[in-house]
Every structure is written in C-alpha cells, then in structure tokens.
C-alpha cells in the first residue's frame, strides 16, 4: 500500500499565481515526521520542511506555507506568487519508527512555472 | 550546499562491472543513508548506516553492498551491474537517525551501456 500520495504529477502555472501541491500519507505509528524536498533541473535534493506528527502549527517561510492537518493525514505546500526559479519537482516524504525512520517518498509533483 | 559530498558525479560503465560510489557525510552526522532514484521506480531507500553498523535495509539488491568506515564516509558497491541499474544514486546524512532531518549529497548518476 502506498505510504505517501501525491496525486499531483504535474503542475503548469503562470509566474505569481499562487500554487498548492498535496500530500496524503498513511501511517499507524503515533509518532513520525514529515517532510518536503525540492528537486530543480540540477538534480539534488533540497531539504525544505521537516513536521513532528505532534506539531500540528502551519508554517510559513516567506512565500513557501505548509498546511499540515492530522484529521485528513495531509500534509499541503503551498507558494504564493510563483516564480521561475519555483520551477522544479517537488516531493513529500514520510519518516516512520516501522519503517526504522528510513524516508518513504511519494511520486513527487512536476511544477512548471511559465514566465 | 548541504554538506555532503558524493563522488563521483558522473559514472558510465558496461554490463558486468562493478562500481564503488563515496560518500562523506556532513561534519557530526553518524547515519548515512543510500536511496535509488530511477524513472521507473522513483526514489527509493536502499540502506543505513549508524556509526559504522548497519541500521536498516530496504529495497537493496543483492548484487550491491555497503559499508560505513570507521571515519564515517561510506561506499556503495554495485557489481554484476544490468542497464536496469542505471540510476541516480543519493547519499544522505542525518545526526542521529531517528527522523532526523536527511540532507542530500549532490547524487552520483550511473549509466550502464
């Protein structure tokens, strides 16, 4: 059974729309950490957010937000006024004591912000 | 820059060889971790290592090991390698483990012709 969904595999928006990209995950453990990486066109990844499953506070870091709601297991990105350089994939990725807290990783989201 | 470093960068090689691809974790991180990214399956965990020992196993084929040495860098073996391998391979560092934060090295894209 997949861990982590994001059923998003590709986003295309124009430069200062505001977007948002889902995460579902599914979990049994009371305790585990969720977390967002970036992956632009050069191919590393770029660790963004990391949420303890007892922080259930938003977070917001400058245009990036993270809404992350225990009731509906999401865990949602959201940039607000895009830019080019947003222009990446993005993945969530769960970490779980059942899994020894190895990262479980979505599919990932394509963004594709136009100019 | 996160701090971990990978080489090589690039590697392409034939069906059959074998391979070693480094890792040097960031300064005071003990667990290395090795994940798979590949079109077909995505990303994927390979192994951990904790202060030289390994920790956890995931998705790892028989025809690779892994080791972490005693000044904590770590390598990945690939032998008997199939096209199927060709891959981006990632090393990850985190302090301790125990849903530390991972931060990536730059990655190790393997071709095999």
């Known amino acids: 059974a997949q861990k982590v969904t994001q059923a998003q595999t590709e986003i295309s928006v124009v430069e200062k729309e505001d977007v948002t990209l889902d995460c579902v995950y599914e979990?049994?453990?009371?305790?585990?950490?969720l977390f967002w990486y970036k992956q632009p066109p050069s191919g590393e990844l770029v660790f963004l957010i990391r949420r303890n499953s007892f922080d259930e506070q938003n977070e917001i870091s400058g245009r990036y937000s993270w809404n992350f709601q225990k009731s509906t297991s999401s865990f949602n990105f959201t940039i607000t006024a895009s830019q080019v350089v947003d222009s990446a994939v993005y993945f969530c990725?769960?970490?779980?004591?059942?899994?020894?807290?190895?990262?479980?990783w979505g599919a990932g989201t394509k963004l594709i912000i136009k100019p | 820059d996160s701090g971990v470093t990978q080489t090589p960068k690039h590697l392409i090689t034939a069906t059959g060889q074998r391979v070693t691809l480094r890792c040097s974790p960031r300064?005071?991180?003990?667990?290395v971790y090795w994940y798979q990214q590949s079109l077909d399956q995505g990303l994927q965990f390979l192994i951990q290592y904790y202060n030289g020992e390994e920790r956890a196993k995931g998705n790892i084929l028989e025809r690779f090991s892994a080791q972490q040495f005693p000044d904590l860098h770590s390598e990945l073996n690939l032998s008997s390698l199939e096209l199927g391998d060709s891959a981006l391979y990632f090393c990850a560092s985190s302090p301790a483990g125990l849903g530390d934060t991972q931060y990536f090295g730059p990655g190790t894209r393997l071709t095999v012709l």
């Open positions: 979990t049994r453990d009371t305790t585990y950490y």
């Open positions: 300064s005071g991180d003990l667990s």
């Open positions: 990725a769960l970490s779980e004591g059942d899994s020894n807290y190895q990262l479980i």
